[in-house]
């Protein structure tokens, strides 16, 4: 079955440093991937998908991710990190038509 | 704000109470969505919606019944629920049939508390 994983339920960066937050997939055929963030008391916003071509996709708030095909993985990376920037991530990938399966959530906390 | 619209914000029940979650959304959307959030749990996909009719049903129990009497509004309408049925409701829109790749926009949720 298609699924996705992220390891870690949390991720500590200071201010001004890059950030990864991990996610591997587990997919038949090619894979969609989706990252999504919630902040605080809000609903999912879309960041970015990964669909074909290049496997450094560029998304919303300076995020990116790089599609690894040999390692099955998807992470997400920004350069330089925001306390704004704090909020639960979702990795997410196509199971069929309108079927999106998400990650359990990796929770960024940025310090100033 | 992403267009999509969830009330009410908060809701507590009694597990013998009737009440209605409702989602609209302003996007000119044909597919909408419920998800159920739990803590340290994926995101459940519930049911799913096109063009008013209902294309997905992801074996949720019935006491969770689902009405959806246009493509800009969606209601999920609760009954006889149980404390593991407390959770933040989140209700999702998309452009359709589009493709697999399209991206769903998402309200803000009902939090759920079942007492």
């Known amino acids: 079955a298609q699924s996705v994983a992220q390891p870690e339920d949390q991720v500590n960066v200071a201010e001004g440093n890059p950030l990864t937050v991990k996610c591997t997939y587990s997919?038949?055929?090619?894979?969609?991937l989706f990252w999504y963030v919630q902040y605080p008391n809000r609903g999912l916003q879309f960041l970015l998908k990964?669909?074909?071509?290049?496997?450094l996709v560029k998304g919303s708030y300076g995020f990116e991710a790089e599609f690894n095909k040999s390692q099955t993985s998807f992470h997400l990376k920004k350069p330089s990190a925001l306390v704004s920037d704090s909020a639960l991530y979702f990795c997410?990938?196509?199971?069929?038509?309108?079927?999106?399966?998400f990650g359990t959530g990796t929770r960024l906390l940025v310090s100033p | 704000e992403t267009g999509v619209t969830q009330t009410p914000r908060h809701l507590v029940m009694g597990m013998t109470n009737k009440k209605s979650l409702k989602c609209e959304q302003h996007?000119?959307?044909?597919?909408m969505y419920w998800y159920k959030q739990s803590a340290k749990k994926p995101l459940e996909l519930m049911f799913v919606?096109?063009?008013?009719?209902?294309?997905e049903n992801n074996s949720v129990p019935s006491r969770f019944s689902p009405e959806c009497p246009n493509s800009s509004h969606l209601f999920l309408h609760l009954h006889t629920l149980q404390p593991e049925d407390s959770a933040l409701y989140l209700c999702?829109?998309?452009?359709?049939?589009?493709?697999?790749?399209?991206?769903?926009?998402f309200g803000s949720g009902t939090q759920l508390s079942v007492l």
């Open positions: 999702a829109s998309s452009p359709s049939e589009a493709a697999t790749n399209e991206k769903l926009f």
């Open positions: 997919v038949s055929g090619n894979p969609y």
């Open positions: 990964y669909i074909t071509g290049d496997n």
């Open positions: 997410a990938t196509n199971t069929g038509f309108q079927k999106l399966v």
């Open positions: 996007l000119g959307h044909n597919a």
């Open positions: 919606y096109n063009f008013k009719e209902q294309t």
